[in-house]
């Protein structure tokens, strides 16, 4: 998959979890169709789905860098998980938070990967 239509796909997905998540979308799509049996339980397959397109974005920022160095694939999984258990965990009454957070943390990382790209084209520049 090329890295900006993996960028654009998490992009997506997290957009849409989070609409599904904080919007009374799947509430009102399940009962139309008779599945409101499963409302109660939306919000353990949806977070997973928008932390894992989240890790998915900052995965796709690492190789749209170009950067060099350990790939990040291991700590994206581990922190995908751990939300989603300290969601199950907490019994979602925190939510709301914890999807800032880890919406931040992707956002911190792309201003460090952009920051850390600037100054790599700094010094080849002052090199050459």
Do not use: N
Request: aromatic share 14%; proline share 3%.
């Amino acid at each position: 998959m090329k890295i900006d239509k993996q960028l654009c796909t998490g992009c997506g997905g997290t957009i849409i979890a989070a609409i599904c998540c904080f919007t009374p979308v799947l509430v009102i799509l399940f009962g139309v169709l008779g599945l409101s049996a499963w409302v109660s339980g939306i919000d353990y397959v949806v977070f997973p789905i928008m932390f894992a397109s989240m890790g998915l974005v900052a995965y796709s920022l690492y190789l749209r860098s170009g950067r060099k160095g350990p790939s990040p694939l291991a700590v994206i999984v581990i922190a995908v998980i751990a939300l989603s258990a300290l969601l199950y965990w907490l019994q979602f009454h925190y939510a709301f938070r914890i999807t800032f957070a880890a919406a931040a943390a992707v956002a911190a990382y792309a201003f460090y990967l952009r920051s850390a790209k600037r100054k790599q084209t700094d010094i080849e520049k002052t090199v050459s």
